[in-house]
């Protein structure tokens, strides 16, 4: 089972919503956001794109887990209930940090999305598709590894996949998009995965195009699988149910250009983000 920290009660009336608080390195950590909005409707929300720094992909452990302690404090400081770490890198080199520091539960993507890709396998090989520093981290293979020992693990960085989200540039029909998927995927392909680890927040916006290129195999959305552990924590609201959460948007740099994309991520109307500093 994954570990939290601090105080782990479920709310109860006459409690106020829980909060929860999101962060990630820019805009992708809007599809984790998305599935916690499917699971916890009556939730509020504080989403943190580190737009100031990203990507966190291609940096250090110990700077990606400096910058990782700056935002959650941030939230923290908003009130959050528990942090949700959305960006992949992070909850591959900076959970441990974040669970010692913060008196809440702090849940990663990584651990969730490993155990139901270990789950779901029937041939015991999976893969995953992150970013450089996600798979060079190794998070993912450990994880698979402690979900089921004896696992066969192919891992491979598709770097391309996030411009091509942010871009919108997702048809699986479009040629340049089947190009490079095909291109990325042909070693997973030749070893013949029968489960794919989607590790990289911006990737299930590519998702049809992914499943094109890989027929047959079984695609995890490390999103949904976090989303459902979350819920399975808060449980559900008192007595009458409580009214749609309220949510709000934090970002360290440029928020025209968070909004200009950030409704594609989340699947709704985004209209406005506070600029921080952290």
């Given amino acids: ?17 829980p909060r929860i608080g999101i962060f990630d390195s820019g805009v992708g950590g809007l599809t984790v956001q998305r599935a916690l909005l499917a699971a916890l409707p009556h939730a509020d929300t504080l989403y943190l794109g580190d737009t100031a720094r990203v990507p966190y992909g291609t940096k250090s452990a110990e700077t990606v887990t400096q910058y990782s302690l ?51 396998t029937r041939g015991g090989r999976v893969g995953v598709i992150g970013t450089p520093g996600t798979v060079a981290s190794g998070a993912y293979q450990a994880a698979l590894q402690a979900a089921r020992p004896g696992l066969e693990v192919v891992a491979r960085a ?26 990325y995927l042909a070693p997973l392909a030749a070893a013949a995965v029968d489960t794919l680890v989607l590790g990289c927040t911006h990737y299930p916006l590519l998702e049809e195009a992914i499943a094109a290129a890989l027929p047959g195999v079984v695609l995890v959305d490390s999103a949904r699988t976090v989303a459902a552990e979350v819920a399975a924590l808060l449980g559900e609201p008192p007595g009458p149910a409580w009214p749609a959460g309220v949510h709000r948007f934090f970002v360290t740099d440029a928020p025209a250009r968070f909004l200009a994309v950030a409704g594609r991520f989340l699947g709704r109307p ?5 600029h921080v500093d952290v």
């Avoid at 089972?1 to 919503?17: I, L």
């Avoid at 985004?270 to 506070?274: D, I, L, W």
């Fill in 1 to 17: 089972m994954h570990a939290v920290s601090g105080p782990v009660t479920p709310p109860t009336a006459p409690r106020r919503a």
């Fill in 70 to 120: 700056r935002t959650a404090r941030f939230l923290l400081g908003e009130g959050i209930d528990l942090l949700v770490v959305a960006c992949n890198t992070a909850s591959a080199v900076a959970l441990p940090a974040l669970r010692q520091a913060l008196p809440v539960p702090v849940f990663g993507v990584v651990e969730p999305g490993a155990r139901a890709a270990a789950a779901a």
């Fill in 158 to 183: 598709c770097p391309l996949f996030v411009p091509l989200a942010e871009e919108g540039w997702t048809d699986p029909a479009d040629e340049v998009v089947r190009g490079v998927v095909r291109r």
């Fill in 270 to 274: 985004v209209e406005a983000a506070e």
